[in-house]
């Protein structure tokens, strides 16, 4: 879990004009052993992102982003390194917190609508520039393997089919259901 912000890029989205504009950014050492330690990683040897920004309508924001970093991981099941190469695209939105407000409620006030295949709600956009320092390490936690297993790597123990699992504590039950 994240402590402190570490890693930080403001940009400063008032000066954007309608063509937008392009950002490169790159973790420096201190950067990246700080992600390392906030997400439990073995290894983060790099951390660089392309970044699109653009007017998105009349007062907010379109970023398009593409992550790439190298990070090992410990297997769920040995602890052994995992390495991977994450290459990781996404795409977000920011409005005016006041222009988030001023949209139309769909259905009661209380009640929330979730459609899956639909893109995010913008995000807030707090005064004139956007930090992303903290959208880059979301997205990187987004983008890591929440089950990452070394080749090879397996359970020891396997049940059966129709077998009792003797570990099970209904296993136990039933044998009180019995007496």
Not at 43 to 63: F, M, R, Y
Not at 81 to 87: A, G, L, M, N, Y
Not at 97 to 119: F, G, N, S
Request: with cysteine; proline share 8%; charged share 25%.
């Amino acid at each position: 879990m994240m402590t402190e912000l570490t890693f930080t890029r403001s940009f400063d989205v008032s000066h954007l004009g309608k063509s937008g504009a392009k950002q490169h950014l790159v973790a420096n050492d201190t950067e990246r052993a700080a992600l390392k330690k906030d997400f439990d990683l073995l290894s983060l040897e790099n951390l660089t992102a392309d970044l699109d920004i653009a007017p998105w309508g009349q007062k907010g924001v379109k970023v398009e982003g593409r992550i790439l970093a190298d990070v090992v991981q410990p297997c769920v099941l040995t602890l052994q390194p995992v390495p991977s190469r994450i290459d990781h695209r996404f795409s977000l939105s920011f409005l005016p917190a006041d222009a988030i407000a001023a949209d139309p409620k769909t259905v009661a006030e209380a009640e929330v609508i979730v459609v899956y295949d639909e893109e995010d709600p913008p995000e807030p956009l707090e005064g004139n520039s956007i930090d992303f320092g903290p959208i880059l390490a979301e997205q990187l936690a987004l983008a890591l393997d929440p089950y990452p297993r070394a080749p090879g790597a397996t359970l020891e123990e396997t049940v059966e089919e129709g077998a009792e699992n003797p570990a099970s504590p209904f296993a136990a039950l039933s044998k009180l259901r019995d007496k």
